[in-house]
């Protein structure tokens, strides 16, 4: 069955980096776009980043553009999300989502922290 596991989250400083891994299974990677959403405390769930299936297409929120980047290694059935200069602003559980602006499989999640 689909599986997507995420890993990487923490508690990081503002100005900080983290790096999210989401590790697939259970499906052909390689053929699917894969994205990373956010729910934040009281806000609706994001979408964060987009990544297409040959690297060409990518999306980002507009409050991230700049500060993180989506990225995949279909070798490792794994997707990526490179997160810098971090602000507390960010702190939410961040999913795994396979698709690119509608999804139908998600991971559990994995809490990132963004406080000094």
């Known amino acids: 069955q689909v599986q997507l596991v995420e890993s990487g989250g923490g508690l990081a400083q503002p100005g900080g980096s983290l790096r999210l891994s989401c590790a697939a299974s259970?499906?052909?990677?390689?053929?699917?776009?894969m994205s990373w959403a956010r729910q934040g405390p009281g806000i609706g769930l994001e979408w964060v980043a987009g990544?297409?299936?040959?690297?060409?297409?990518?999306y980002y929120l507009d409050s991230v553009k700049g500060r993180f980047t989506i990225s995949r290694d279909n070798a490792k059935n794994t997707v990526y999300l490179q997160m810098d200069s971090l602000k507390p602003e960010d702190t939410a559980l961040y999913f795994c989502?396979?698709?690119?602006?509608?999804?139908?499989?998600w991971g559990q999640g994995t809490q990132v922290t963004v406080s000094s």
């Open positions: 989502a396979r698709g690119w602006s509608t999804w139908d499989y």
């Open positions: 990544l297409g299936t040959d690297d060409s297409d990518t």
């Open positions: 259970g499906f052909t990677f390689s053929v699917y776009a």
